[in-house]
């Protein structure tokens, strides 16, 4: 997200702001509230008015859901990246992105991905 197009008068920085909210929304894992136009005073909201630029209540109570409500009787895998150094780190340039991928063994890897803003890589 380039914040600096938000200084210009051609955007509409409160739909943007609308549009960037819910789209980070989808990547945590959040659907629309409604889908009917109606406005919900949400970002995950489909109003064609795109006034809301923060996720309302109901949003961080699916998040909560989402993300600490783990109650199964299942042993979960846990994982953490700080207590062991990575076996393999590989990088692959690309002509506007790298990736970075680090191999912990075991199924288990992180990647990055770096997307480079024009005339900006070095």
């Keep these: 997200m380039n914040d600096s197009y938000f200084d210009s008068t051609s955007y509409d920085y409160t739909a943007e702001r609308h549009v960037m909210c819910q789209e980070v929304g989808h990547g945590y894992g959040l659907d629309h509230q409604d889908e009917s136009g109606a406005d919900l005073n949400t970002c995950m909201d ?45 990088r692959s340039d690309r002509i506007h992105s790298t990736e970075i991928v680090a191999d912990y063994g075991r199924g288990f890897r992180i990647v990055t991905h770096i997307t480079w803003a024009l005339g900006t890589r070095h």
């Design 46 to 90: 489909y109003s064609s008015r795109l006034d809301n630029p923060h996720p309302n209540a109901h949003d961080y109570q699916q998040l909560e859901t989402i993300y600490n409500s783990h109650f199964d009787s299942g042993s979960a895998v846990t994982f953490s990246p700080t207590a062991t150094a990575p076996l393999k780190v590989s």
